[in-house]
């Protein structure tokens, strides 16, 4: 890799880091990671406790500069990144190429999967988890284009049953992005706009639980969402209603309108 001389400088630099952390953890050099975050990701992940705890782990984190070459930067260990843009993926592509051994987190590719709302369920639905408790699997779904002409009559001919979730069909990141529908009768679902998802509405007791998984390490949140739907309520109501995101749904226990079973359960 060709450095120009601020680059070689920042490498020294790195390099007497990386020796006076070797000296205080023993021998083992530091992992390096080069990140490259929106300002905003900045100021709310990259926290003095999170770089002091990474420290004494042997984990140094530093900045990528996001005018320059990322060729002229590193050496790095592993690229933490959270920007979008084709120059950016073409520029992260380029270096995963020169550099095969730096890891990636994440590779453009599976980003894009797990963007597109139909393809992110896909690898759950293929799993076919089952167990003596029950079935793991996702709602039944349907991707509803623009050129579709008729929302009523796709979901009419795939039989989809309601209520129906509308979710945007592509992550982008926006607030548009976390926006939500619930569509509860057939006539209404003229007022969404493709490119979408709809997916069928399961009651789920007012919580959603977020399970983050790393290496061997399990963490599981719960979340207020949208309260259970009854025969009784889709008989009066209809309609879209919309949210701007899932957990702004319910602010409260009360009002997500708990099922206790599922409330209490750990």
Not at 194 to 200: M, N, R, S, Y
Not at 219 to 247: D, H
Request: hydrophobic letters at 40%; proline letters at 6%; charged letters at 25%.
């Amino acid at each position: 890799m060709k450095l120009t001389d601020e680059a070689m400088r920042n490498k020294d630099s790195i390099g007497d880091q990386h020796e006076a952390d070797c000296g205080e953890a023993g021998a083992t050099p530091p992992i390096v990671v080069g990140y490259a975050l929106t300002p905003k990701k900045i100021t709310s992940f990259m926290q003095p406790k999170l770089e002091n705890l990474a420290r004494s782990k042997g984990i140094t984190f530093v900045a990528i500069d996001q005018n320059r070459p990322l060729s002229d930067q590193g050496p790095f260990d592993v690229v933490m990144h959270k920007l979008r843009g084709t120059e950016w993926y073409q520029a992260l592509e380029d270096f995963r190429q020169d550099h095969p051994e730096v890891t990636i987190l994440d590779p453009p590719e599976s980003i894009e999967h797990l963007r597109n709302r139909e393809s992110m369920l896909q690898d759950v639905d293929d799993m076919k988890l089952s167990d003596s408790c029950g079935v793991v699997g996702v709602p039944r779904q349907l991707v509803v284009t623009a050129d579709d002409s008729s929302v009523f009559d796709v979901v009419t001919k795939a039989g989809l049953n309601l209520p129906l979730v509308a979710k945007p069909l592509v992550a982008d990141g926006s607030q548009k992005f976390h926006e939500l529908s619930l569509a509860y009768d057939q006539n209404s679902l003229c007022e969404l706009e493709p490119p979408l998802v709809l997916q069928e509405f399961v009651n789920h007791g007012g919580i959603l639980f977020k399970v983050y998984v790393v290496g061997e390490a399990i963490k599981v949140v719960r979340r207020y969402s949208l309260p259970n739907v009854t025969k009784s309520e889709l008989s009066k109501i209809s309609g879209v209603f919309r949210f701007p995101r899932v957990s702004c749904a319910a602010a409260s226990a009360e009002d997500a309108d708990l099922d206790p079973e599922v409330a209490e359960a750990k």
